[in-house]
């Protein structure tokens, strides 16, 4: 269900669910979570489902169990909006997931950073490991090789007898590797790819290169 | 004052003005003045207004009778138009009348286009006759102390019921009017309807089927007993009339000499990209008529239409083209002729247009039928048989609309608060809600103050409180703003204003063709050929430009579905193909040519057969059915079929329908003798089936959105910040999936699904389609071709999709076309 892809001489798994996973440093790369946008959407009257909630926390539990990763780096839009009680759910599950967390922080991202910084979780604008940049915007920088979001890129497939398909995917030009927003409850945002860029399009529980 | 000399008062007043009342004005002056409430049946332009604003004024007199020296404050009557366009022409009428009669009764205006000083001016002393929309009157409900406002007004009058009835803005109505039936102490409900099917119904609603109000009350009809007669247009050569399009423009010659006949044509359009295209191509080919030939639809500007209403008024101009603008209000006594271009899609709407043309009682109207492709032809046959029976359709009130009430009940909480015993046994007496149960009220109540069933703690849900006596009540401002905000229940796409971009505002035009323009693109819109300069906030800046183009913009709006009459009549005229020749109609007879060419690969069915179509094209697999039951009925029987088909065998496909048909598109061959042998067309088990198969398209979906947004669940931004209606649109396509996982049995999800099967798919009509397919014989054509009747179809575009194949097969078959 995974797919592995080499970049750089490194090894990365894409995950359906929307994560990539760096075998060689035990790094989890997810973006676009977009917590607490369920509670905020409720706080200002506007009755979405309170269970779907939840449904991020499953969804990131899963991911984890499936990687055991050492470390977990968010690039960006973690929280949706402004401090609300859902901050304390994910208080919780920061406590009890062995990985370290960190937060590459994106423009959602109003929180302040002592919150994070009192459950452990540092925060960094952008993060350089060896030749690999890690940010929230789309940014090519000469000699890295870019992961980031904040585009939550589909593509949008065409067919034969007029069929048309849209899907989540993770978007690969030369030197960067766009990430899906791995939230619930996002939208996504349509990409055309140029002749050199591969996109993988996540396909219910597999992932297809288009 | 006796009741004589009230009336004598009205009849010098007719007879001042040379008329002489009409049997059915006098009727209505008489019930109301005994006190009556009731339903008015008469056309636009009939003298409708005076039948109502006379006895109106007239019982103010008799209760004041020194009316014309003291002068008693306060609002005395409302009037409710569904088009604030017409609230000018209503005031005018009104005040004719409250003038002449030397009274110093007040009338006033409130709509979206009333200025916040007035409207302040509004607050302090309101008129005595107020002219209203359905919206500004929920807007006065949710002002504070709205009670003492309405307290002594003694009449409402919803004038174009029908345009309502049917319609969330009709249930908006109906909740309105149960309202003020409390806070009125003495109110008078009267209703103005052009004919329907159901009048007897609609005053029901309009009254409440058990209320007092209905039990006192009448239906006057006006019966003018117009004599119609419809010409068509039939063209000269039909083997160069084209099968497809929607335009018409084929045909624009003949209309030449029709124009050049009378003395104002009016040209209905059914849509305004249509009305733009014709006004340009008339100009284009007679610019003769420059000056004296016009354009009046929704998106112009508003002091363009009304110049141009004066215009057709005084007779200055020659020919209108428009659209269903011009369906109401707006007395034309200068119309002579009238074109309908296009099939009208429902007999009481042409009736309404043909009725614009000689005004003059006793005097015939004449209305021209143009054909856009071939097919309509034989529409227009079935027309003619349908004016002449009055087969008027009807309009299906909706039933219990959740989104609705919990706007409603938030306006309430909103202005003065409420409390759940007293609003619930009002709204039990609406035709709307007359099935409520306790226990849905009970969840609708749970739903405004914990968004949802049960209370948790870390939940921070806000909306409506309850005070500690049991009051319901919004007391955070921002909340209340952003309700006010989103009161009404037309859901449309987002328009942007189209201006000079030195100023002058030229129209409204929906957001989804402007986002197509790149700066320096043409487009012709208001009969101008416009240069796109750039986007502002929510205005499109422009300046004229001399560039040719064809761009137009092109306004989605509803396609309308045959009523089962309608279908009844095309079918049986359909079937005179096969006829002698002298024995069938003028239309028919004239496309003998398409009929022969459609019996070169296939046939014209007869009363016994049911035809379905097979061909290969570049674009995939076509396979047609053509059961002539209108596109309601259609789409909902192409949902059913691609379902059990999709049982036999896991298939992709794309439905288009109309009102003759429908096509499944998909990108492998579907077993025609095996759907025939398996008897997919059987009615058992077709709700469950018609169920399973929303759940894989996109209905229900798109049901949804206008629900959340009615209900509040989706805030649509305030106007002219520039909050884009894609985001809305967006996040309410999640919404819907995340009420499908966490909560499906939330009333207002389950109603997307019910208004899909009561409204949009016509669930009795499918049964009775089915019933009628199983007599018949099953005749199945292999074509090389697209044959005539399958042209209008398959070039069709708007389309819905259904699947039932495992994403990942289907993937995996389009990225292999991808990469070949």
């Known amino acids: 269900m995974t797919l592995p892809i080499e970049i750089k001489n490194q090894q990365f798994l894409l995950h359906p669910l929307g994560g990539i996973f760096w075998e060689e440093k035990s790094l989890l790369l997810i973006s676009d979570v977009h917590l607490g946008k369920v509670a905020h959407f409720r706080k200002f009257g506007a009755a979405v489902p309170r269970k779907a909630l939840h449904k991020n926390y499953l969804l990131l539990d899963e991911i984890v169990e499936h990687f055991n990763p050492f470390q977990i780096c968010f690039l960006g839009d973690l929280f949706h909006s402004s401090l609300n009680k859902e901050w304390e759910l994910f208080e919780n599950w920061v406590a009890k997931i062995p990985s370290e ?34 940010t929230h915007h789309p940014e090519e920088r000469e000699g890295l090789f870019t992961f980031c979001g904040h585009i939550h890129p589909a593509v949008r497939l065409q067919g034969f007898g007029r069929q048309k398909l849209r899907l989540p995917c993770f978007f690969k030009t030369n030197a960067q590797l766009i990430l899906p927003a791995f939230g619930e409850f996002t939208g996504t945002h349509v990409l055309q790819p140029k002749k050199e860029d591969e996109v993988f399009a996540i396909v219910e529980n597999e992932i297809v290169k288009v | 004052m006796t009741q004589k000399e009230l009336f004598h008062i009205a009849k010098d007043w007719f007879h001042q003005q040379s008329w002489k009342p009409f049997p059915f004005q006098k009727e209505t002056w008489k019930a109301f003045l005994q006190g009556k409430h009731g339903l008015l049946n008469a056309p636009t332009g009939s003298g409708k207004t005076y039948a109502l604003w006379f006895p109106i004024v007239l019982d103010y007199i008799k209760r004041h009778p020194n009316y014309k020296t003291k002068h008693k404050k306060g609002l005395k009557a409302i009037w409710i138009t569904p088009l604030r366009a017409l609230s000018q022409e209503i005031k005018q009428s009104a005040e004719r009348v409250t003038q002449d009669l030397e009274t110093q009764m007040t009338v006033g205006i409130r709509t979206g286009d009333t200025s916040t000083k007035e409207r302040a001016r509004q607050k302090t002393t309101m008129p005595d006759l107020l002219i209203t929309t359905p919206e500004s009157l929920q807007l006065l409900l949710s002002s504070k102390g709205y009670a003492k406002v309405f307290q002594d007004c003694s009449a409402i009058v919803v004038d174009e019921w029908h345009e309502l009835l049917g319609t969330k803005r009709g249930v908006q109505m109906e909740l309105g009017l149960s309202r003020l039936k409390t806070v009125c102490e003495n109110l008078r409900i009267w209703g103005i309807s052009a004919t329907i099917g159901n009048l007897e119904q609609a005053r029901e609603v309009l009254l409440g089927p058990t209320s007092e109000a209905l039990q006192n009350s009448i239906l006057v009809r006006a019966n003018l007993n117009k004599k119609i007669t419809v010409r068509s247009i039939i063209p000269e050569k039909m083997e160069t009339f084209p099968w497809r399009g929607h335009l ?76 269903s603008s011009l369906d109401l209000g707006v007395d034309f006594a200068p119309v002579e002729t009238v074109i309908q271009i296009g099939g009208p899609k429902g007999v009481a709407r042409f009736l309404q247009r043909a009725g614009r043309s000689g005004h003059r009682p006793g005097k015939e109207s004449v209305i021209y039928f143009l054909p856009t492709h071939a097919m309509e032809l034989i529409e227009a046959s079935a027309l003619q048989v349908a004016v002449k029976d009055n087969a ?40 709307c809600y007359q099935g409520i149960t306790e226990n849905e009220w009970q969840w609708l109540l749970n739903f405004l103050v914990m968004g949802s069933q049960s209370l948790k703690t870390y939940d921070e849900y806000k909306k409506v409180e309850v005070e500690p006596d049991g009051k319901f009540k919004v007391n955070n401002k ?106 069938q109609s003028q239309e028919i ?214 699947s039932n194949e495992k994403l990942a097969d289907r993937i995996k078959r389009m990225t292999k076309i991808l990469t070949k």
């Not at chain 2, 309009?395 to 759940?420: E, K, M």
């Open chain 1, 101 to 134: 967390i960190i937060l590459v922080s994106g423009n959602h991202d109003i929180i302040s950073p002592h919150k994070f910084e009192q459950i452990g979780v540092p925060i960094f604008q952008e993060l350089i490991l060896e030749n690999f940049l890690l």
């Open chain 2, 392 to 431: 008027v359709e009807d309009r299906i009130p909706y039933l219990n609309s959740y989104d609705v009430l919990v706007q409603y009940l938030t306006t309430l909480a909103v202005s003065d608060g409420f409390y759940p015993e007293e609003i619930f046994s009002e709204i039990k007496q609406t035709f």
């Open chain 2, 248 to 323: 018409g423009l084929h045909l624009l010659e003949e209309v030449v000499p029709i124009i050049n006949k009378s003395k104002t044509t009016l040209l209905f359009t059914n849509t305004r990209s249509q009305c733009e295209i014709w006004f340009q191509k008339i100009l284009e080919k007679h610019p003769e008529y420059a000056g004296e030939i016009a354009m009046h639809h929704g998106s112009i500007n508003k002091e363009t239409r009304i110049w141009v209403e004066e215009a057709i008024r005084n007779e200055s101009l020659k020919a209108v083209v428009c659209t």
């Open chain 2, 589 to 802: 007879k004239s496309l003998e040519p398409m009929f022969n060419k459609q019996r070169e690969e296939s046939i014209v069915p007869q009363p016994g057969e049911f035809l379905i179509e097979t061909f290969k094209s570049r674009d995939g697999y076509h396979h047609i059915f053509y059961p002539f039951e209108g596109r309601g009925v259609h789409e909902a029987m192409s949902s059913l079929l691609s379902y059990r088909i999709g049982l036999l065998e896991p298939i992709t496909c794309s439905l288009a329908f109309n009102d003759y048909g429908f096509e499944m598109l998909s990108d492998k061959p579907i077993d025609i003798q095996a759907v025939i042998d398996n008897n997919l067309f059987t009615t058992e088990y077709m709700l469950a089936d018609l169920q399973k198969s929303l759940n894989s398209n996109e209905m229900a979906r798109r049901k949804f959105r206008d629900i959340a947004v009615i209900s509040g669940m989706v805030f649509t931004g305030y106007p002219e910040k520039g909050v884009k209606m894609k985001h809305l649109q967006s996040s309410s396509q999640l919404l819907f999936d995340v009420f499908r996982d966490f909560e499906p049995d939330n009333l207002m999800f389950q109603q997307a699904f019910t208004e899909t099967f009561e409204h949009q798919l016509e669930e009795g009509r499918l049964r009775m389609a089915l019933e009628r397919i199983a007599t018949q014989e099953i005749v199945w054509k292999a074509c090389t071709n697209a044959t005539p009747f399958s042209f209008p179809i398959i070039t069709d575009r708007l389309r819905e999709k259904l």
């Open chain 2, 478 to 583: 921002g909340i209340a703003m952003r309700h006010r905000f989103q009161i009404g229940t037309i859901v449309g796409d987002a328009t942007i204003t189209v201006r000079y971009q030195k100023g002058g505002y030229i129209g409204s035009i929906e957001e989804y063709f402007i986002s197509k323009l790149t700066a320096g693109d043409v487009f012709t819109f208001a009969g101008r050929n416009l240069e796109f300069i750039r986007i502002k906030g929510m205005q499109a800046h422009v300046w004229n430009s001399t560039k040719r183009t064809n761009k137009v913009p092109s306004w989605m709006g509803g396609r309308l579905s045959f009523s089962a009459q309608m279908s009844k009549l095309l079918r049986e005229e359909l079937y005179t193909a096969e006829l002698e020749f002298k024995k």
